[in-house]
């Protein structure tokens, strides 16, 4: 019978592919582009609130994938709130736009879903120091990978694309390598930091197991 460590592992792979790649590749172009068209740096107000309601549509995704993710694993004493991420994301992935412009936007986005997440999912890894740095490390590469290969991909391929086809193609080849790095870095680290119900209740076993040969034989 497979582990819940190993089922919760396999989740967070497919949960994660599938909110960066479905949510932020797919869904985030259509919303923001596809209704308003084409933008400038400067935005117009229709453009703004679409690009914005996009950026809440993904971040409530991804929150709430983390969420249930964690409550089946057992975890309900610090399950992921939503509500930093509806707050700080999009608003920080607009002060990377338009102080430093792209691709610090998306730079500054996965630093806050990976510092948020460094502080929210704290309480439930057994080394919480090592953990904070860990994380934000993560969406970094991941931010890194994702800037790489889809602003690359763009300026040699995607750039001569016309309207949707290219915003699509773009933030696929942005979002998919992120998530493929989000979802495999993780289930490295977490394999070693996640403590599940199980893992208290094998450590309980063992102890007592060794309480049981150390106790004296009676003569």
């Given at each position: 019978?497979?582990?819940a460590k190993n089922i919760f592992l396999k989740k967070w792979v497919t949960g994660n592919?599938?909110?960066y790649s479905g949510a932020l590749g797919l869904f985030h172009?259509?919303?923001a582009h596809g209704?308003?068209?084409?933008?400038?740096?400067?935005?117009t107000?229709?453009?703004?609130?679409?690009?914005?309601?996009?950026?809440f549509v993904f971040v409530f995704l991804l929150a709430r994938t983390q969420h249930r993710l964690f409550q089946m694993a057992g975890k309900r004493e610090a399950l992921t709130r939503i509500w930093?991420?509806?707050?700080?994301?999009?608003?920080?992935?607009?002060?990377?736009?338009?102080?430093?412009?792209?691709?610090?936007?998306?730079l500054f986005m996965f630093l806050s879903i990976g510092i948020i997440n460094a502080i929210q999912l704290k309480p439930m890894v057994k080394f919480?120091?090592?953990?904070?740095?860990?994380?934000?490390?993560?969406?970094?590469?991941?931010?890194v990978a994702g800037i790489l290969i889809g602003l690359g991909a763009y300026l040699l391929y995607y750039k001569h694309l016309q309207g949707i086809a290219r915003d699509m193609a773009t933030w696929l080849?942005?979002?998919?390598?992120?998530?493929?790095?989000?979802?495999y870095y993780f289930r490295y680290i977490l394999t070693i930091q996640i403590i599940l119900p199980e893992d208290n209740r094998s450590d309980m076993i063992l102890e007592r197991a060794s309480c049981v040969v150390l106790s004296p034989t009676p003569s």
């Open positions: 019978m497979e582990s592919i599938a909110v172009p259509l919303i209704l308003t068209g084409d933008h400038d740096k400067l935005l107000t229709p453009q703004f609130i679409m690009h914005t309601l996009s950026l930093p991420f509806l707050f700080f994301t999009p608003w920080v992935f607009w002060l990377g736009y338009y102080t430093l412009f792209v691709p610090f936007d998306i919480p120091k090592k953990w904070v740095w860990q994380c934000i490390l993560g969406y970094f590469l991941a931010a080849s942005i979002s998919t390598p992120a998530a493929l790095v989000v979802a």
